[in-house]
């Protein structure tokens, strides 16, 4: 026989004319035979490349991109395992027949059925949920960048598992993967909603289901596909987030707080994340290594999305940087400084009333409520943004800090006013 190359080896559709996603087929041609065995993966045949014979990926669509990078790791997992298994029977000089390849190819991906221990009941979703966030914390498990789980990213998984937990218990809804479905995904939607929770949050637990669904689907421990159904969504909705002008953080640099040494920290801290638009993550783990060219430039990898960036330092972040010898403050946990932060607001005076919405329990709420008791963490980041946007930065500059991958999801980040807009649109020769 001649030697075995990947030219032997196809991936072929069950039925390419099919106007629904069709099985994909691994097909091997040897010389007394074809073997043909179900990869288990499917696609609807528009999204299949016929020439590279694997599911497209130069797709404007992130979500699709994502399921059809799934879909070829998955093809590509059994390619090579089919190639290892023919190599070695060929070495070994045994005979091929599609009984002998089926059963060394399923060994090779680990299908052989093994014998139940009497007492001994499947994972369940909910222990696997559970399973794999102490794995990701003992770094068994890694991002798709090679990096750590967010702690808060963890927290998330363990509260969908304890979320499911208590669905089932008052609904008798099942949790099995075969009980998933697009009736379960509505059902379990409105049964969040129905518990006054904010839609955010809802969609929140929703992708969390998703992301799930399709690691556990990796690990391959179920076949079903229903989150992969563009139905099968998170929830979004904008919110009334605020950021603080320019006035208002120099009112805040100004403040004397000599007399108050905690808030004094916190202030500084918050600052350095206004001045250079980092996470709470990262303003508050930097080091005198991150200050470079003369004090002029903050570089760091982000621990969230672990890119280098490269910040301009203005005169207030080198002040409060010198304060302390280029070491900022130690932090304190956010839920933590999140409280202190409205302190700190309220004691400077920032009692504007801002109109704030947002669906709570199917209904849309509006509230008034004074601009310190919106403070938050995060509000640093969006002050940065906006501020650089309004001073007439370049969009995209802004976008290399922040991190944002289209002026259309950064201009929905920043928050200004239309009549700030329309103030900015004055200064354009098309209204002169």
Request: aromatic share 10%; hydrophobic share 40%; charged share 30%.
């Given at each position: 026989?001649?030697?075995?190359?990947?030219?032997?080896?196809?991936?072929?559709?069950?039925?390419?004319?099919?106007?629904?996603?069709?099985?994909?087929?691994?097909?091997?041609?040897?010389?007394?035979?074809?073997?043909?065995?179900?990869?288990?993966?499917?696609?609807?045949?528009?999204?299949?490349?016929?020439?590279?014979?694997?599911?497209?990926?130069?797709?404007?669509?992130r979500q699709e991109r994502q399921i059809n990078e799934?879909?070829?790791?998955?093809?590509?997992?059994?390619?090579?395992?089919?190639?290892?298994?023919?190599?070695?029977?060929?070495?070994?000089?045994?005979?091929?027949t599609n009984e002998i390849i089926k059963q060394h190819l399923d060994k090779e991906l680990g299908r052989n059925k093994k014998e139940k221990e009497p007492d001994t009941l499947p994972e369940s979703f909910t222990d696997y949920i559970e399973r794999f966030v102490q794995e990701a914390t003992a770094g068994k498990r890694l991002t798709s960048k090679s990096t750590l789980y967010a702690k808060y990213t963890r927290d998330g998984y363990m509260k969908l598992k304890r979320i499911l937990e208590k669905y089932q218990a008052e609904t008798g809804n099942n949790t099995n993967y075969d009980s998933f479905s697009l009736e379960y995904y509505h059902n379990f939607k409105l049964w969040l909603t129905g518990r006054g929770l904010a839609l955010n949050y809802v969609g929140t637990l929703l992708k969390d289901l998703k992301v799930m669904l399709k690691q556990a689907h990796a690990d391959g421990l179920h076949s079903n596909l229903v989150f992969q159904h563009?139905?099968?969504?998170?929830?979004?909705?904008?919110?009334?987030?605020?950021?603080?002008?320019?006035?208002?953080?120099?009112?805040?640099?100004?403040?004397?707080?000599?007399?108050?040494?905690?808030?004094?920290?916190?202030?500084?801290?918050?600052?350095?994340?206004?001045?250079?638009?980092?996470?709470?993550s990262d303003f508050s783990e930097l080091r005198p290594a991150n200050i470079t060219h003369n004090g002029r430039i903050l570089t760091r990898k982000t621990l969230k999305t672990s890119e280098r960036v490269s910040i301009p330092l203005n005169p207030n972040v080198l002040s409060i940087l010198s304060k302390y010898d280029g070491i900022p403050p130690q932090t304190i946990s956010n839920q933590k400084m999140n409280d202190y932060l409205k302190e700190l607001c309220q004691g400077a005076g920032l009692k504007d009333r801002i109109e704030v919405s947002r669906t709570k329990g199917g209904l849309k709420q509006t509230r008034y409520l004074e601009k310190w008791e919106l403070v938050t963490t995060h509000t640093a980041r969006r002050s940065f943004a906006t501020n650089a946007f309004l001073a007439k930065v370049p969009t995209v500059s802004i976008m290399k800090i922040t991190g944002h991958k289209s002026e259309a999801v950064f201009l929905r980040y920043i928050k200004i006013s239309s009549e700030q807009n329309a103030l900015l649109m004055l200064e354009h020769p098309h209204f002169s």
């Open positions: 026989m001649k030697s075995i190359t990947d030219k032997g080896i196809k991936f072929l559709l069950k039925d390419a004319s099919s106007d629904r996603p069709t099985l994909i087929y691994l097909v091997f041609r040897y010389d007394n035979g074809r073997f043909k065995t179900s990869t288990g993966q499917t696609i609807a045949p528009y999204l299949w490349d016929l020439v590279k014979q694997r599911a497209q990926t130069n797709l404007r669509n799934t879909v070829n790791a998955h093809l590509e997992r059994q390619r090579s395992a089919l190639l290892k298994v023919l190599n070695s029977l060929q070495l070994a000089q045994i005979p091929l563009k139905d099968f969504k998170k929830l979004v909705e904008d919110v009334d987030n605020i950021y603080l002008s320019d006035e208002e953080l120099t009112r805040l640099f100004e403040i004397d707080l000599s007399h108050n040494l905690r808030l004094d920290k916190i202030r500084d801290l918050f600052l350095i994340g206004c001045y250079t638009g980092l996470r709470f």
